[in-house]
T-cell receptor, first 116, second 114 residues
């Protein structure tokens, strides 16, 4: 089945630094990837839709300059949290759509970011 | 009003019980329906997907869709402690129009007690 690899699974960084999270589709091509943020005991909040070779589409209220998304290939999308602050601490999850079927969306295992 | 409504629970049942999880939605454009299971600190795992009204069965899981009532359900038979997780319903518009974002319910926290 489709597998999405997300790294790192857990990261701690100092306030003011930047952190990059990678999302890879291992056995399929993903024209579109999605980035979510999840707070404890809450559902997933879509941050942006990442399309290979073009600019990401951000949801209302999400700062595009703070959450930089790059989707340079059909198997890799990255989310960079720039100048991180403690309020950016959260669980970030990516998902990918198999370009061949567009049926099921596969999720990565998530990245727990803690900014101190 | 949210596009997708799901009772957040928590829901606690004894092992072996039949569990019923439900979502309602307001947007008739939704055509494709999914149920995900999420364990603590993990990404969601796709359990079931369907795009037609009626029932779809997979092992102990049955997904039910009633488009006329805009109501979907997930039934878990012979529930096991390992089924303890958060269950999220999700839906989207036609899958034949390219990749489109999912709209999630709030998630129901389920605990199966041994």
């Amino acid at each position: 089945g489709a597998v999405v690899s997300q790294h790192p699974s857990w990261v701690i960084c100092k306030s003011g630094t930047s952190v990059k999270i990678e999302c890879r589709s291992l056995d399929f091509q993903a024209t579109t990837m999605f980035w979510y943020r999840q707070f404890p005991k809450q559902s997933l909040m879509l941050m942006a839709t990442s399309n290979e070779g073009s600019k990401a589409t951000y949801e209302q209220g999400v700062e595009k300059d703070k959450f930089l998304i790059n989707h340079a290939s059909l198997t890799l999308s990255t989310l960079t949290v720039t100048s991180a602050h403690p309020e950016d601490s959260s669980f970030y999850i990516c998902s990918a759509s198999d370009s061949a079927t567009n049926y099921g969306y596969t999720f990565g295992s998530g990245t727990r970011l803690t900014v101190v | 009003q949210k596009e997708v409504e799901q009772d957040p629970g928590p829901l606690s049942v004894p092992e072996g019980a039949i569990v019923s999880l439900n979502c309602t939605y307001s947007n008739s454009a939704f055509q494709y329906f999914m149920w995900y299971r999420q364990y603590s600190r993990k990404g969601p795992e796709l359990l079931m997907y369907t795009y037609s009204s009626g029932n779809k069965e997979d092992g102990r899981f049955t997904a039910q869709v009633d488009k006329s009532s805009k109501y979907i359900s997930l039934f878990i038979r012979d529930s096991q402690p390992s089924d303890s997780a958060t269950y999220l319903c999700a839906m989207r518009r036609s899958p034949f129009q390219g990749a489109q974002k999912l709209v999630f319910g709030q998630g129901t926290r389920l605990t199966i007690n041994p």
